[in-house]
């Protein structure tokens, strides 16, 4: 009697979703996830994911962003989130609300100016006014901090850092510029020329 052995059928293993466009999200997040994602960032920034808060909207999306110098070490630090709600939001007057943060250390001579916090905020609407990022509804805080170091504490004496919070509605789904923008202004409070722009040497 000849047994008869069963085959074993091809097993298909679905891919893992992408979480930064869940299922079921609307098409204006995927789109905007999207142009956030293929954006194109000078050199000197990093971009890695980070985990957006689940609370401030029905969808959300975040990354966090670094900006480097020549010898690696970091210059300033931030994080961007999206948000979106399909129904809006009366505090937003849209659909899509950017919050951002971003700290660097600045310059003690530029530090001890009591206009920095002002500066500092010029720093986030200029780049978005230079991007063609256009917004709204837009609010935050810049903090200026000094401080002074004691005993065995390795660093400068004195060392000066600003912190930028700030949230804005966008008006386009271009949201590759608001992202610009956002790099923009982390490289300015790193201290560094605009894109392009070579600094001379003093030799």
């Not at 052995?5 to 097993?11: F, G, K, L, M």
């Not at 401030?56 to 994080?79: C, F, K, M, N, Q």
């Not at 608001?178 to 030799?203: I, K, Q, Y």
Request: overall charge negative; aromatic content about 4%; charged content about 20%.
């Amino acid at each position: 009697m000849t047994s008869l052995v069963p085959v074993p059928q091809a097993v298909t293993v679905p891919e893992p979703a992408d979480p930064s466009t869940p299922a079921g999200a609307p098409a204006l997040f995927r789109d905007t996830v999207a142009a956030l994602e293929a954006t194109a960032l000078r050199r000197e920034v990093r971009l890695s994911p980070l985990r957006a808060p689940q609370r401030l909207a029905p969808w959300s999306h975040a990354v966090a962003a670094d900006v480097l110098g020549a010898d690696g070490i970091e210059l300033a630090t931030g994080r961007l989130v999206l948000l979106h709600d399909p129904d809006g939001e009366e505090a937003w007057d849209g659909l899509l609300r950017l919050v951002a943060y971003a700290s660097a250390e600045i310059d003690p001579e530029i530090g001890v100016d009591i206009l920095l916090p002002t500066v500092g905020w010029s720093w986030l609407t200029e780049a978005l006014t230079d991007r063609g990022a256009t917004y709204r509804a837009a609010g935050g805080t810049v903090t200026q901090t000094n401080s002074t170091r004691f005993g065995d504490i390795a660093g400068p004496v004195s060392s000066v850092s600003i912190e930028i919070r700030a949230s804005w509605t966008a008006d386009d789904t271009a949201l590759d510029r608001h992202l610009l923008a956002f790099a923009d202004l982390l490289c300015t409070a790193a201290g560094l020329p605009p894109e392009g722009v070579a600094v001379l040497s003093n030799r």
